[in-house]
């Protein structure tokens, strides 16, 4: 079973950027896509941006422009660079990764989430 551990998130003044980091460990890990999802109080998880191992990135309508994810493979980390940060953006944020077919959240293996907070 994967195991994900997120970090870097912190209060930050709106227009300020933060860069978030995810990193994934278990037996025989072969991941080939990792992704960023975010939850705010009240909502639902949602989708923010996804990369494959071949570097391929898309990313939520809401966030284009405004954040970058990366990924390390040699070490299954993640990456999510936030810039322009709006209070809209405040959530606690998880990654996700998919091995083989499955992405790790189908499971219901999430991380502990680190927390954005974007003060106006």
């Known amino acids: 079973q994967v195991q994900l551990v997120e970090s870097g998130g912190d209060l930050v003044q709106a227009g300020g950027s933060l860069r978030l980091s995810c990193a994934a460990s278990g037996r025989a890990l072969s991941i080939n896509a990792m992704g960023w999802h975010r939850q705010a109080p009240g909502k639902q998880r949602e989708w923010v941006a996804g990369?494959?191992?071949?570097?391929?990135?898309k990313y939520a309508d809401s966030v284009k422009g405004r954040f970058t994810i990366s990924s390390d493979n040699a070490k299954n980390t993640v990456y999510l660079q936030m810039y322009s940060l709006k209070p809209e953006d405040s959530a606690v944020y998880y990654c996700s990764v998919r091995i083989g077919s499955a992405w790790s959240y189908e499971s219901g293996v999430w991380g502990q989430g680190t927390q954005v907070t974007v003060s106006s």
């Open positions: 990369i494959t191992l071949g570097g391929i990135t």
